[in-house]
């Protein structure tokens, strides 16, 4: 009888497993997906800081032109 109990026991237990298996999977996937995309954000952000800094320098270098050449007709 325990035999038998125990032959019906085993595909539920397996199947459980199973699908503890496939749970486990799609969490850890969906936590390295989300760090990639993490990691590729950072990536994208710190060029277009870089490309910020540029836009930066030169606008700071027409308005040290401009001011130069005001001082230049206006003194």
Do not use: Q
């Not at 994208?44 to 800094?53: D, E, I, N, V």
Request: glycine share 8%.
């Amino acid at each position: 009888m325990l035999e038998l109990s125990g032959i019906l026991a085993t595909p539920g237990v397996g199947s459980l497993f199973l699908g503890l298996v496939l749970l486990f999977y799609l969490i850890i996937s969906k936590i390295v997906n989300a760090k990639k995309e993490n990691n590729d954000s950072l990536e994208l952000s710190s060029s277009s800081m870089s490309a910020g800094a540029n836009k930066t320098a030169g606008v700071v270098a027409a308005i040290t032109a401009a001011v130069i050449e005001y001082r230049k007709h206006n003194s």
